[in-house]
């Protein structure tokens, strides 16, 4: 009887130890996934680089090209997308300066978003209509009073300083040039809440907003707009005194 007991309490006990290790091990496996995708949102590299890239094309197109569509581009305008990712703003942009003046420069702190975008874009690249550069938005590799207008989808969360980023902007904007901001605020609280932001902590927009006044910028405003299909983004405007 006693033995029975004592086997019965040994067997508990080895189960418990097995579905504890399982517990464990998926919840280990589930915060290297997480760290995975966290990682290459803020720089797409490697294997993951290339399935966060793919994925970002296939969320984001949209938003790209509507932020596009609030730039009202001019046919002589010198236009900058400042983390491009797949590159869906870059060729909204090429569309609007097909057979005119204007020109489209694009800056990706990823290796190999910027080699993506250097063979995906190679035509636009031979006539000049688009630049591509391997750099940080932290210093743009422009001269001041440059640029018609800045935009950008899903990247400020990523820099190390906003000020910094801010300033720079600013910087290579001509007087009355604007500054634009696309983003889907219901998605980035359920990024941030699953840890998908570990390396975006500035992801809030009010911080953002309040950093571009503060910095300088003048009809700092954010607006969302719902589509037709029920889709709501979030646009913040800026415009340079
Ligand atoms: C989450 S992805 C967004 C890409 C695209 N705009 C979109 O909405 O799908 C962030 C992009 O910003 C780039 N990025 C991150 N930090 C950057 C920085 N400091 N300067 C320039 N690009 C940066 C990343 O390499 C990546 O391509």
């Not at 949102?41 to 509507?66: C, D, Q, S, Y």
């Not at 060729?91 to 005119?100: G, I, P, S, V």
């Not at 489209?104 to 035509?123: C, M, P, W």
Request: proline share 4%; with cysteine; aromatic share 10%.
């Amino acid at each position: 009887m006693f033995n029975k007991r004592k086997t019965a309490k040994l067997s508990f006990s080895r189960a418990y130890m097995k579905c504890s290790d399982v517990f464990w091990k998926m919840a280990s496996l589930k915060s290297r996934v997480v760290d995975l995708i966290a990682r290459n949102l803020r720089e797409p590299k490697g294997l993951g680089g290339h399935f966060i890239r793919v994925i970002l094309e296939k969320r984001n197109t949209g938003l790209e090209r509507e932020i596009v569509k609030h730039l009202n581009i001019q046919r002589d305008d010198k236009v900058i997308e400042v983390g491009f990712g797949p590159g869906a703003g870059l060729n909204a942009a090429l569309k609007n300066l097909e057979h005119c003046s204007g020109k489209v420069y694009g800056i990706d702190i990823s290796e190999l978003i910027v080699d993506h975008a250097q063979t995906h874009f190679k035509e636009a690249i031979e006539r000049q209509k688009l630049e591509i550069h391997l750099g940080s938005a932290m210093e743009l590799p422009f001269t001041e009073n440059f640029f018609n207008s800045v935009f950008h989808t899903n990247c400020y969360y990523f820099w190390p300083s906003l000020d910094q980023g801010i300033s720079e902007m600013k910087r290579v904007l001509k007087p009355g040039g604007i500054m634009l901001t696309g983003l889907v605020h219901d998605s980035l609280k359920s990024f941030s809440s699953k840890g998908f932001f570990k390396y975006g902590p500035n992801w809030r927009p009010e911080l953002y907003i309040e950093k571009l006044k503060e910095g300088g910028f003048v009809d700092v405003s954010m607006e969302t707009v719902t589509k037709p299909s029920g889709h709501s983004y979030q646009v913040i405007f800026a415009s340079k005194p």
